[in-house]
């Protein structure tokens, strides 16, 4: 019974919800969008659309740049460069400083991938072309290592075990006698 009462409340909740205002717009990834203002539009397709979206943005029009539209639901959201917040100066005075972003800035449409925790894209302390190179010369050294341990083979050295008394005694079901390994 008690879960049909809140079957039977959540409508009523919703038109609540409805009546006051609010309402559940824009595609899942404008849910870090710093307000409603910031929510993706339809694709700009004049000229005068491009300017009112690049301002919207807080961007220039030579900067603005929209996703193509090609059905995934895009809108006139700026198309921003593939770059981690790594790259972004730690000693800027940022408004959200674990984020290295301020507030009004539009987000990468893949934000949650280009977090500090994730990706980095920062250029390299080495070309690529050398790091391969070290990559393959590590692989190399290894085989070789590999190869030589195989074809001279090295063991610790190992004594016979040490019993208290003579092993060989034991197979003829004399009585063994007492042998000492060690002097004193």
Same mark, same amino acid.
């Given at each position: 019974?008690?879960?049909?009462?809140?079957?039977?409340?959540?409508?009523?909740?919703?038109?609540?919800?409805?009546?006051?205002?609010?309402?559940?717009?824009?595609?899942?990834?404008?849910?870090?969008?710093?307000?409603?203002?910031?929510?993706?539009?339809?694709?700009?397709?004049?000229?005068?659309?491009?300017?009112?979206?690049a301002?919207?943005?807080?961007?220039t029009?030579?900067d603005?740049?929209?996703?193509?539209?090609?059905?995934?639901?895009?809108?006139d959201? +700026?198309?921003?460069?593939?770059?981690?917040q790594?790259?972004?100066?730690?000693?800027?005075?940022?408004?959200?400083?674990?984020?290295?972003?301020?507030y009004?800035q539009?987000?990468?449409?893949d934000?949650?991938?280009?977090? %500090?925790?994730?990706?980095?894209?920062?250029?390299?302390?080495?070309?690529?072309?050398?790091?391969r190179?070290?990559? %393959?010369?590590?692989?190399?050294?290894?085989?070789?290592? %590999?190869?030589?341990?195989?074809?001279? +083979?090295s063991?610790?050295?190992?004594?016979?075990?040490?019993?208290?008394?003579?092993?060989?005694?034991?197979?003829?079901?004399?009585?063994?006698?007492?042998?000492?390994?060690?002097? %004193?």
């Open positions: 019974m008690m879960a049909l009462r809140g079957a039977r409340a959540f409508p009523r909740a919703s038109l609540l919800l409805r009546t006051l205002g609010w309402q559940a717009t824009g595609p899942s990834g404008a849910r870090a969008a710093s307000g409603h203002d910031q929510l993706p539009g339809p694709y700009p397709k004049t000229l005068e659309e491009r300017a009112a979206a301002k919207k943005y807080n961007l029009l030579e603005y740049e929209p996703y193509p539209d090609d059905g995934m639901g895009y809108g959201y +700026p198309k921003l460069p593939n770059k981690s790594h790259e972004r100066s730690p000693y800027y005075d940022w408004d959200h400083s674990d984020l290295r972003r301020n009004g539009p987000m990468h449409w934000f949650d991938m280009y977090v %500090i925790t994730r990706v980095d894209t920062s250029p390299t302390m080495w070309p690529w072309y050398k790091m190179r070290f990559l %393959i010369a590590f692989f190399a050294l290894m085989a070789v290592l %590999i190869a030589l341990g195989e074809t001279f +083979p063991y610790r050295p190992v004594a016979p075990k040490q019993y208290p008394y003579d092993h060989k005694d034991l197979s003829s079901g004399e009585e063994p006698k007492r042998v000492k390994h060690y002097e %004193i």
